[in-house]
């Protein structure tokens, strides 16, 4: 079955340090989602991609957070520099170009722990 | 805008017991409706969805959800837990489309043996 592959699975650092997040979605799949999962929450949008152009980044917060996906397949997430909140599980999704609802498919997450 | 609302962050049963998870919705436009599932430290997986036709839907593992359009409902159910089913349960929204899915806080299910 094929799935969203991210990495790391783990990574701790200290703030003010620069941490970068690799997904690689399902083959095919157009659309790309990375989310924020803090602890005892509910995952929260961060950045929405349509092949390599971005369509919904409102609630990125531009001034440490970016996002990439220059060929329109797997993507990067970069924060720089971490601060203490922004330790949280960072899931990457996609899903297909299927007219109506197409269901997403997440990775298994990246936990970053910023000390 | 839409919203999740999970009324339940936390639903301990009995092995064996029937539950119900609770969720409420709000939205302008019409809705696809998702239950997803999270096992500890790992992302998260569809229980089951509901698109359109009948209001009833089941999904993997035993579990049901049926959409209730005049009461903004959508609650999952199993008629008999299991110890497996301990994780937590997130209820998702989208709006046609666009698939991006907005998210409840979140209920745990602890299964008492």
């Known amino acids: 079955e094929a799935e969203v592959a991210q990495s790391p699975r783990y990574k701790i650092t200290e703030k003010s340090q620069a941490v970068a997040f690799w997904c690689d979605p399902i083959s095919g799949h157009a659309t790309l989602y990375w989310y924020r999962q803090i602890l005892g929450q509910g995952p929260e949008l961060l950045v929405q991609f349509q092949d390599e152009s971005v369509v919904d980044d409102s609630q990125l917060p531009k001034d440490r957070f970016s996002a990439e996906r220059l060929k329109g397949v797997d993507s990067t997430l970069k924060i720089q520099p971490a601060e203490l909140g922004d330790s949280a599980m960072y899931l990457c999704?996609?899903?297909?170009?299927?007219?109506?609802?197409?269901?997403?498919?997440f990775g298994a997450g990246s936990r970053l722990t910023v000390l | 805008a839409q919203s999740v609302t999970q009324l339940d962050s936390q639903v301990p049963v009995f092995e064996e017991a029937p539950v119900e998870l609770r969720c409420n919705y709000s939205s302008s436009v019409s809705v696809y409706l998702f239950w997803y599932v999270q096992y500890p430290n790992q992302g998260l997986q569809l229980l089951l969805k509901y698109l359109s036709g009948s209001t009833l839907v089941k999904g993997i593992n035993g579990f049901e959800a049926e959409f209730n359009k005049s009461q903004t409902s959508f609650h999952l159910r199993k008629p008999s837990v299991h110890i497996s089913d301990t994780a937590e349960y997130f209820c998702a929204v989208s709006n046609f489309g666009n698939e991006k899915l907005t998210f409840g806080t979140g209920t745990r299910l602890t299964i008492i043996p």
């Open positions: 999704a996609s899903s297909g170009r299927a007219v109506g609802a197409n269901v997403l498919t």
